[in-house]
């Protein structure tokens, strides 16, 4: 059990009521389809559904998913778009834990997050369901009474230092929590169209889906693989875009993306989340957004409440912006190496307790702690530890500066290095390796060094087979042996050289 001293806490504060969380979500779906039954509720690339089409679609799924095992998670491997949005609301509907897996992962990694979690059923076309799956299919019937706030909802993955993805747990209460909170940061109404650019296998993504319909908006989403890049603008300008989230990387693609500024004419604010924002990005973006739109960048973990901070007009420069401050609903402190917390000025790990936290891991057929600690003084509380490194500057704002461990961000993707050498390790002839992260301007990426006499080609898509594509180094050098140093342990300045070395051609 963390134990801190309650004078040690720093409050979250913000325009929204937290405890609009406990209220029941599917009777404010409802009046949402039946109050303006023809409006638009979600859209994807050439296709669009009124509120009245969406809700029948997604009670029609909550049926299939309420016949499933209750103790086993539903399975949605669909991409992004309507069919996944109403796949998710359904899962809602009937009670039911929902896993999100993105159906273009390579088949291996499908499979073992559909093996790790117990999915038994899923939503998707049979090709692409992990052997032993069941595909659900929209059914008619009635569904039962909501299930409570504190009820398990949603299943996300994230990498792991065991070798393994986490699979982390969020109950109603915190989803519906980060959608009020997204609503009143953003000030979202019926008149909005928010489009949401991230992985759509994720718990962002439900959050941003529950955002919109809500506040009665509409959800617009996007698939870059299925759609195809094009597809973005023609998306935004048909339906007249007023919201964006995205995590930095794809938003700095805004910018070039064709008609951009035909595309962004409508948005009035912009969200960005999940790595650094260097002000130079933030410069680019408002060059093609209309004059008066808001830009907040935001911070947060799969795990956790978010940070906010909504940017002031003009700013040059690379240094990344800062991080915010937390939400209302929960509370955080910065702990030194050995636990305590950091007199002010002072950086430490941050640490946030939250109602709204994720409730724990699923494992073996059930949701444990994991590392999310239980809170003495709230049994539905969870204290997490996040492994950032941050300090509170001068304004009160939280800026990271780093990890305490090994994790990064690759494209907004939490990545530990630790699962990507697990997985080369696996590899035929593979008889060791290290993992490396490297700076490529404001961008992080991958290099790994494997112990093998094959080739870097060769490993490649061995590891692409097992792996998401942003897990998968950018950079594989191959060498007899790992560099050592006398106590066994690999050399880190020595491989960090060969990273350097093999980055430069030299």
Not at 132 to 145: F, I, K, T
Not at 179 to 185: M, P, V
Not at 188 to 199: A, I, K, M, Q, W
Request: net charge positive.
């Amino acid at each position: 059990m963390l134990t801190i001293a309650k004078d040690a806490w720093r409050a979250g504060r913000g325009p929204h009521d937290p405890a609009l969380a406990d209220r029941p979500i599917l009777p404010l779906l409802r009046a949402f389809a039946t109050r303006d039954p023809g409006a638009l509720a979600v859209a994807q690339p050439g296709l669009a559904l009124d509120r009245a089409a969406f809700w029948r679609g997604a009670m029609a799924r909550g049926v299939a998913a309420a016949a499933t095992p209750a103790a086993a998670p539903v399975g949605i491997l669909l991409p992004a778009g309507v069919e996944h949005a109403a796949s998710l609301v359904g899962c809602l509907a009937a009670g039911r834990l929902a896993f999100p897996i993105d159906p273009s992962l390579p088949p291996d990694r499908r499979a073992a997050l559909a093996r790790a979690a117990g999915i038994q059923a899923a939503f998707g076309p049979p090709g692409i369901l992990p052997p032993g799956c069941v595909a659900l299919h929209p059914a008619e019937g009635e569904l039962q009474a909501e299930a409570p706030p504190g009820a398990p909802a949603l299943v996300s993955a994230t990498s792991g230092s065991s070798g393994a993805p986490k699979l982390v747990v969020h109950n109603r209460r915190a989803l519906a929590f980060q959608a009020w909170g997204n609503i009143a940061l953003l000030g979202v109404t019926e008149r909005d169209r928010l489009v949401f650019l991230g992985g759509h296998a994720s718990v962002a993504c439900a959050m941003h889906l529950l955002t919109a319909l809500l506040a009665g908006g509409a959800y617009l989403a996007w698939e870059p693989l299925a759609a195809g890049p094009s597809a973005l603008p023609m998306l935004m300008t048909d339906h007249r875009a007023t919201l964006l989230r995205a995590v930095p990387t794809l938003a700095r693609s805004l910018p070039r993306m064709p008609h951009a500024r035909h595309a962004l004419a409508a948005v009035r604010a912009v969200r960005l989340v999940g790595e650094a924002l260097p002000a130079d990005d933030v410069a680019a973006l408002r060059a093609v957004l209309p004059q008066d739109a808001r830009l907040i960048a935001s911070y947060s973990a799969t795990e956790t409440i978010p940070f906010d901070h909504e940017l002031p007009p003009a700013r040059g420069g690379s240094a990344a912006v800062p991080s915010g401050r937390l939400r209302a609903g929960g509370a955080f402190v910065l702990l030194d190496a050995q636990g305590h917390p950091c007199p002010p000025g002072t950086p430490g790990e941050v640490v946030i307790r939250s109602r709204y936290n994720a409730m724990g891991e699923w494992v073996d057929g059930a949701c444990v702690p994991g590392r999310m600690a239980p809170d003495a003084a709230d049994p539905e509380s969870r204290i997490y530890r996040t492994g950032d490194l941050a300090m509170v500057d001068a304004d009160g704002l939280l800026r990271v500066l780093g990890r305490i461990d090994r994790q990064v961000k690759v494209n907004g993707n939490r990545v530990d290095p630790a699962e990507v050498e697990a997985a080369l390790r696996a590899l035929p002839g593979v008889a060791d390796a290290a993992v490396l992260a490297r700076q490529a301007g404001m961008r992080t990426e991958l290099v790994a060094v494997a112990a093998t006499a094959a080739s870097a080609a060769a490993l490649r898509p061995l590891l692409a087979a097992r792996l998401p594509g942003h897990a998968v180094p950018a950079r594989i050098i191959t060498l007899p042996s790992l560099p050592l140093l006398p106590g066994g342990k690999p050399d880190l300045q020595a491989l960090g050289a060969l990273a350097d070395i093999a980055k430069t051609g030299a």
